[in-house]
């Protein structure tokens, strides 16, 4: 098994929304903001290479929506999905296999994009399947008002469309084995419904992807909740309780959107669960 980091490109979002309650004097010493109040982000996803299978965890937000669309969100930097790829000698027309951690646009935009002649929108990795499960999948065809502008219909409908979408058959408890997909996946509903979170066992480490279980470095305090969070308090729980699996069996912690932390490992401590060494990509894989 080989791993490979994505960058699929960079965004900012309100401070204030990314950390909810907590007061701006405290989370901007770890994610300081800008004179808009926007923090820096990354959309880092994973790619998974073993044996015939080239599996993509998330794919970012693609590149389909309008400017207008765009210009909430600050785009900024280089990275792309083709030229991540192009990186390591890969197209993405040899992905095998989409994993999407959950259904939010800076999740799996890139999933789908428009055709030759912009008529119409197709799946962006043409051979791939996509893989998701049927509750989430459920919550983000019919969305809450909450969440309705994250759950965009042209990112998720054409992947049914194609007959590339695929459901894991999700266990009843919390943390189970993928069959399909060969890695462990913890279940999580505080940001999203069956939000899942791979836990992929590479050489003699655990890596995990967090996506937006634990967003950045910042996220560590227990308070330190997204505003996006539909049930925070059961995020506040479940971050309680992965964060002690995490120091206790040394995961090494791979995060999706900290524009300038890739991967790190945590330790108990006084205060808390709290940061224990920062590693790149490059050092682990």
């Not at 505003?227 to 506040?236: A, E, I």
């Not at 912690?253 to 669960?273: M, P, R, S, W």
């Amino acid at each position: 098994m080989k791993l490979y980091a994505i960058e699929s490109g960079n965004f900012k979002l309100d401070g204030g929304a990314m950390f909810g309650v907590v007061p701006k004097s405290l989370w901007s010493k770890t994610n300081p903001a800008d004179a808009h109040n926007l923090i820096d982000l990354a959309a880092r996803c994973l790619l998974i290479e073993d044996g015939n299978r080239l599996l993509l965890i998330d794919n970012g937000m693609g590149n389909k929506q309008s400017d207008k669309f765009f210009s909430y969100y600050s785009l900024w930097g280089n990275h792309s999905i083709d030229t991540s790829l192009a990186k390591y000698g890969f197209h993405r027309d040899d992905i095998t296999d989409v994993f999407l951690t959950h259904l939010h646009f800076d999740h799996c935009g890139g999933s789908v994009q428009w055709n030759k002649d912009k008529t119409g929108l197709e799946p962006a990795f043409k051979n791939a399947r996509f893989w998701t499960n049927e509750k989430h999948w459920q919550w983000a065809i019919e969305p809450n008002a909450r969440e309705k502008a994250s759950f965009l219909k042209e990112n998720i409908l054409p992947i049914q469309e194609s007959g590339q979408l695929h459901f894991l058959n999700r266990p009843e408890q919390e943390f189970g084995f993928s069959e399909e997909l060969d890695f462990g996946i913890l279940y999580v509903d505080g940001h999203t419904e069956k939000q899942m979170i791979p836990h992929i066992q590479y050489k003699d480490k655990t890596i995990v992807f967090c996506a937006d279980l634990l967003p950045t470095v910042g996220h560590l305090p227990l308070p330190y909740v997204m505003g996006y969070d539909t049930r925070p308090l059961l995020t506040l729980n479940e971050k309680e309780s992965f964060l002690k699996a995490a120091a206790t069996n040394n995961y090494h912690l791979f995060l999706e959107h900290d524009a300038y932390n890739q991967i790190i490992t945590v330790q108990e401590t006084d205060k808390g669960v709290r940061l224990k060494e920062v590693f790149s990509c490059a050092d682990i894989f």
